[in-house]
């Protein structure tokens, strides 16, 4: 088991058992969970187009402008900390569909990467060459000054050491902007095995909200905000969760109704890099 906590960065290497029958152990540091039976992974497989048709999601690519409902609440927060001009890196970028909301609201350079080469091809085919297939090597073509993660950490197997990278070529000043689940909440802690984001191998990494902040201090980034935010959920994904999608499917337009929840285990943060030495004019 390795010794690094991958929300916190701790080195302490200290783990209790949280639900051993399924892989899952908790940082003694943060109370961070972990699942520990990532070896033979494979990504690409796991987040095919069955992932986003019909598999975690309903129908990803449908639900587009419930998706966009949720970047409308995740921009205003994220305004009025940014960089002016906007050039944003976004990690875990899906079809492309933030990226084309940031464009729209004034952002000047984005470039976005995923593990789904799908996703990629339908964002490539929409929006021309701003995306890529995900590797450890992925840059964008220009010096960007704002990093996004929406709803990414928790599906990979090392984030605290693959956001050290990228913060390393963050610009200094620049912007850190990322949601995760927070295994810490109270539905988390009382549905305890049962939590509807307790699904390994789709999620790995699961933050405490002390664990993430204390992780992205370590990576030298000063928290600017960091609370719990809702979501919209098309009303067709409730029902799903039920088994009972089925029953929306002859409507179109009631399927993709969207429908407010916060239990208060979804966190977003946001954290800026230290500024650098002014540059010469």
């Given at each position: 088991m390795s010794a690094m906590c991958q929300t916190c960065g701790s080195e302490t290497g200290g783990w209790t058992e949280a639900y051993p029958e399924i892989g899952i152990y908790r940082c003694s540091e943060c109370g961070s969970l972990t699942y520990r039976k990532t070896e033979g992974l494979d990504l690409s497989a796991i987040y095919s187009a069955e992932y986003f048709q019909g598999g975690e999601y309903e129908d990803?690519?449908?639900h587009q402008a419930v998706h966009e409902r949720n970047f409308r609440k995740r921009w205003a927060l994220l305004r009025p900390h940014l960089p002016s001009p906007a050039r944003i890196f976004e990690v875990g970028c899906a079809h492309g569909f933030f990226l084309e909301f940031a464009r729209r609201q004034g952002a000047r350079d984005v470039f976005g990467i995923d593990v789904s080469r799908e996703a990629i091809a339908f964002a490539r085919s929409r929006s021309g060459p701003f995306f890529d297939v995900a590797s450890p090597e992925s840059r964008p073509p220009f010096a960007f000054n704002c990093l996004v993660a929406w709803d990414v950490w928790e599906?990979?197997?090392?984030?605290?050491s693959w956001f050290r990278e990228l913060v390393a070529d963050l610009e200094p000043g620049g912007i850190v902007a990322l949601t995760t689940v927070d295994s810490g909440a109270a539905v988390a802690r009382w549905r305890g095995k049962k939590w509807r984001q307790l699904h390994p191998p789709t999620h790995i990494e699961y933050p405490t909200w002390r664990g993430l902040g204390r992780g992205l201090e370590r990576?030298?980034?000063?928290?600017l905000r960091h609370k719990y935010l809702g979501y919209y959920r098309a009303l067709e994904s409730y029902l799903k969760a039920l088994g009972l999608e089925r029953l929306v499917r002859p409507f179109p337009r009631l399927r993709t109704v969207a429908i407010?929840?916060?239990l208060k285990d979804i966190q977003l943060i946001i954290a800026q890099k230290a500024p650098g030495p002014a540059r010469d004019s």
């Open positions: 990803y690519i449908g599906h990979l197997e090392r984030p605290f990576l030298g980034l000063r928290v407010p929840l916060d």
